[in-house]
């Protein structure tokens, strides 16, 4: 290579060398200027915006293992406590119409609530012989039956929840969950099997839908008090008596003026 060549080679890095200062130079002062702009524009955002102040008396538990714990439980207990409620209460049309039942038709209805075919051989016999009506009969105390099984099942499956999980229920959610229970075992005897017969005693009377449904209600509300989703509204303080005016004194109707008397 020749000493022109060389001249020629350094002159071209000195450039490039230049140019990337000068770019690098550009690039810091207009990185210093967005900065600048950054900085500008959440001081004035928070200038203008309105910085949230906790209420006095506000929950503060709200974070940390525990209450997410306990909402995890709640939701379950809740959850649990619903469909014994909904068991408790058929709704309308609960009852099949046995009479259309067909033995297939039956066969399959034991199967899917779980009752065994010897608990109904006296139906599955009347099917069997043409008479529907001792079938459907038959068929419809059974089906009661059922019913209560399965609202005794679904009620002790959510007490054995809620005493697993005692230590993260509060005061008020344990009063609530003690009335909603007894709400759904009134009237009721748990335990008894399908085709047993009803045990001796005085039994309370049965609740009805609303007095299960208000219950439930009452539950949630504790539920979301306790968790902070609920907080009873702060009452306004009363407002100072207005003091009254001179001007608005009653004025007498009857005014003496220089000795005269006028109405």
Not at 170 to 187: M, Y
Not at 200 to 229: H, K, V, Y
Request: contains cysteine; glycine residues 6%; hydrophobic residues 40%.
């Amino acid at each position: 290579m020749t000493l022109t060549n060389e001249i020629q080679l350094l002159a071209a890095l000195g450039a490039l060398l230049l140019a990337m200062i000068v770019t690098a130079s550009w690039l810091s002062r207009r990185m210093r200027v967005m900065a600048r702009d950054i900085q500008k524009a959440v001081a004035g955002s928070r200038q203008h915006s309105a910085i949230p102040i906790p209420a006095p008396g506000a929950n503060m538990r709200q974070s940390g293992p525990f209450w997410e714990k306990q909402q995890e439980v709640y939701a379950r207990l809740y959850s649990r406590y619903r469909r014994a409620a909904d068991s408790a209460i058929p709704g309308p049309g609960h009852t099949p119409d046995f009479t259309r039942f067909s033995r297939d038709e039956l066969l399959r209805y034991l199967a899917r609530r779980k009752v065994r075919e010897r608990d109904a051989t006296d139906a599955i016999a009347a099917l069997d012989r043409g008479d529907t009506f001792a079938m459907s009969r038959l068929m419809c105390k059974l089906h009661e039956k059922v019913d209560q099984r399965d609202a005794s099942l679904a009620l002790q499956r959510a007490t054995r929840f809620e005493e697993l999980n005692e230590l993260y229920l509060s005061d008020p959610v344990r009063d609530a969950v003690i009335a909603l229970r007894q709400r759904l075992t009134a009237g009721e005897v748990l335990g008894q099997p399908v085709t047993g017969e009803r045990r001796q005693g005085t039994a309370s009377p049965r609740a009805t839908e609303r007095e299960i449904r208000d219950a439930l209600a009452a539950l949630m509300r504790a539920m979301r008090n306790e968790l902070g989703g609920e907080r009873p509204a702060i009452a306004p303080s009363p407002a100072p008596a207005r003091l009254a005016l001179p001007a608005e004194q009653a004025v007498a109707q009857r005014v003496h003026v220089d000795g005269a008397r006028t109405n």
